[in-house]
């Protein structure tokens, strides 16, 4: 069926080392894309968007790039800091869905010091 | 910076009863949603609200789920009977505009707790 998940489950990485999460998705009628955090115990927040006429947008440490071509995403941290570490979800709006979002399952991130 | 609120954080309920989940959105927002996230799985939709009525809702959000908008802040959603399989977090969520053009932003939530 129709999904949005991740490949892995947890990611390692040291203090001071980029981090690529990964997203993949499956409808090709997704055109908006947000990545969004989560600590223990909070709720997701947002940290960057892209929509589907775009291929890669940058925040601040944060890198989020789209392939439509193959479906897949993924968002760039630069140099990891502890506060990084966190669940990090993809979610997808598509074309005729509403405002519904759909998450994809979480990559847990580690920062090891 | 604004942010969605949610009380209380922690509920504990029995099963059958009525349990009400409140939320205040950000306050120049239009668009109000509610998501559950069951333990240890990802987050899911429930529905969604815009000008009063409901604009979208998932298979979850049966007949025991109603939202409402008593007055001009707050977002509330209603659960009639409760039953164990709705322990999950939920989470309130508001945006700007229609989610297809503007950034979710999601609450702490509140954690249900059904005995």
């Known amino acids: 069926g129709e999904s949005v998940g991740l490949h892995l489950p947890t990611l390692s990485v040291q203090e001071g080392d980029n981090s690529i999460i990964n997203c993949a998705y499956s409808?090709?009628?997704?055109?908006?894309f947000i990545w969004y955090k989560q600590e223990s115990g909070k709720g997701p927040q947002f940290i960057i968007d892209?929509?589907?006429?775009?291929d890669k947008r940058q925040g601040q440490r944060v890198t989020v790039l789209l392939n439509k071509t193959v479906k897949h995403l993924s968002l760039q941290i630069a140099a990891t800091q502890p506060g990084d570490s966190a669940v990090y979800f993809c979610?997808?709006?598509?074309?005729?869905?509403?405002?519904?979002?759909?998450f994809g399952t979480g990559t847990q991130l580690k920062v090891e010091l | 910076e604004p942010e969605v609120t949610q009380t209380p954080s922690h509920q504990v309920t029995q099963m059958g009863q009525e349990v009400i989940l409140r939320c205040v959105p950000i306050?120049?927002?239009?668009?109000f949603y509610w998501y559950r996230q069951i333990l240890g799985q990802k987050v899911e939709f429930l529905v969604s609200?815009?000008?009063?009525?409901?604009?979208?809702k998932s298979e979850i959000f049966d007949d025991q789920f109603s939202v409402e908008r008593p007055d001009g802040s707050n977002f509330t959603l209603k659960i009639r009977s409760t039953k164990l399989e709705d322990s999950a977090m939920y989470f309130c969520?508001?945006?700007?505009?229609?989610?297809?053009?503007?950034?979710?932003?999601f609450g702490d939530g509140t954690r249900l707790s059904i005995l």
């Open positions: 892209i929509r589907s006429n775009m």
């Open positions: 979610a997808e709006n598509r074309r005729g869905g509403g405002n519904k979002l759909t």
């Open positions: 609200f815009y000008n009063n009525e409901i604009s979208e």
């Open positions: 306050s120049n927002h239009l668009y």
């Open positions: 969520a508001s945006s700007e505009s229609e989610g297809s053009n503007q950034p979710q932003h």
């Open positions: 409808n090709s009628a997704s055109d908006y």
